[in-house]
């Protein structure tokens, strides 16, 4: 029998409700063109490079039912990468490596043909870097935070607003109760189009997101026409990266190896203290939802979502169209140079139509 053609696929950056939708449908599509085969790297490039070697064949049994299943059967990392591999020193510290011209010969005398990289920006910026060294590589893009700018949506999104809004109407039966103030943190980073989308579905008074910095004084006064002799209640949506007029992000220390993204988290906690100390009189709590968002089944537009563009980079494969990545734009699948799919920030832009439907059903956005 002659030999078969080699994919690899890999899962790189924070996983994310949909991926185990793209593995399937790879395989899938695949399997329609049997001169092909299918290799899942373990933990992005990780199953490549390490000694021993952690690659997987996948076959239709492998993948049979996974598209329902969060996270990804093949595991990712979002430390490091080819250009920057964590080595411990001898003193303890970390310092990274650039062990991609060695991970060129690997995939070439393990005969891959091609690469499927399914991640975020920083998994797509490997992706063109490699793709400058000749590897024949073909992006799919994913994030729960919605902000690569070649692609209208990624999958996961669309779930994990989903998730945050569940968890918004089940604090409104609370709060009502107990006449308070509610404090939810989503995800998003440096985007609020996590808290913003939640923040309309559920109904909250204030959303207050990374691109427009708040005025705490703005925001008491909001929260205190709600109470009327101490009754009332109020919802307050906040993403992960909100800050202050004249403030910055809250972070906590990275203490992992390899790990470049800033941590962020817990400012629920910091604006429930400012809210104090400018004056608001309710009771206040906090919720911060962190990875649940990111957890468990997606929602059925995520899977078809999900599945096309695994068809497609499939097909972009046997069609030779490397140095590319699938996207998602005016309803319809595409596909973009890396050079774009990487150019482009997508942050809520305060002009956007979304944000003249907030402040036009009344929720403040802190400014
Ligand atoms: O980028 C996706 C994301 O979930 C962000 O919203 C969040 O800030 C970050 O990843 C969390 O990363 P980690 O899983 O490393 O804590």
């Not at 579905?201 to 207050?208: H, I």
């Not at 809210?275 to 929602?299: F, N, S, W």
């Not at 699948?333 to 003249?356: K, M």
């Amino acid at each position: 029998m002659p030999e078969k053609k080699k994919v690899l696929v890999l899962t790189g950056g924070g996983d994310c409700p949909g991926l185990n939708a793209v593995i399937r449908a790879i395989v899938k599509r695949a399997s329609q063109t049997p001169e092909w085969e299918v290799w899942g790297s373990i933990e992005a490039y990780n199953g490549i490079l390490r000694q021993p070697q952690e690659l997987v064949l996948l076959d239709n049994k492998a993948v049979a039912g996974i598209h329902v299943k969060g996270g990804t059967i093949i595991k990712t990392t979002n430390k490091g990468g080819p250009f920057n591999w964590p080595v411990k020193n001898p003193d303890g510290s970390w310092s990274g490596i650039d062990r991609s011209q060695e991970l060129v010969q690997l995939l070439k005398n393990q005969g891959f043909e091609a690469v499927i990289s399914i991640g975020g920006d920083g998994s797509q910026r490997i992706s063109k870097a490699l793709h400058n060294l000749g590897v024949p590589v073909i992006g799919v893009p994913k994030t729960i935070d919605n902000d690569l700018g070649a692609t209208d949506y990624t999958f996961g999104f669309q779930t994990a607003v989903q998730i945050a809004t569940e968890c918004f109407d089940k604090l409104v039966t609370t709060a009502e109760s107990h006449h308070r103030v509610m404090i939810m943190e989503v995800m998003g980073r440096d985007a609020g189009w996590i808290a913003l989308h939640t923040a309309i579905a559920g109904g909250a008074e204030v959303c207050l997101i990374p691109e427009i910095p708040y005025d705490i004084q703005k925001i008491t006064e909001r929260l205190n026409s709600r109470f009327d002799n101490g009754r009332g209640f109020a919802h307050i949506v906040i993403s992960e990266g909100a800050k202050p007029k004249d403030g910055t992000v809250t972070a906590r220390a990275a203490t992992e190896a390899g790990y470049e993204n800033v941590r962020l988290g817990g400012v629920a906690y910091q604006l429930s203290a400012q809210l104090k100390a400018a004056g608001c009189t309710a009771d206040i709590r906090e919720t911060v939802l962190g990875h649940i968002q990111r957890g468990g089944t997606p929602i059925a537009f995520d899977r078809v979502l999900a599945t096309q563009f695994g068809v497609k980079a499939f097909e972009m494969v046997l069609a030779g169209e490397f140095g590319r990545m699938v996207s998602y734009r005016n309803n319809t699948i595409t596909t973009v140079t890396l050079e774009e799919a990487t150019a482009r920030y997508n942050g809520v832009t305060p002009d956007s139509y979304l944000i003249q439907t907030a402040r036009g059903i009344g929720i403040s956005l802190g400014d």
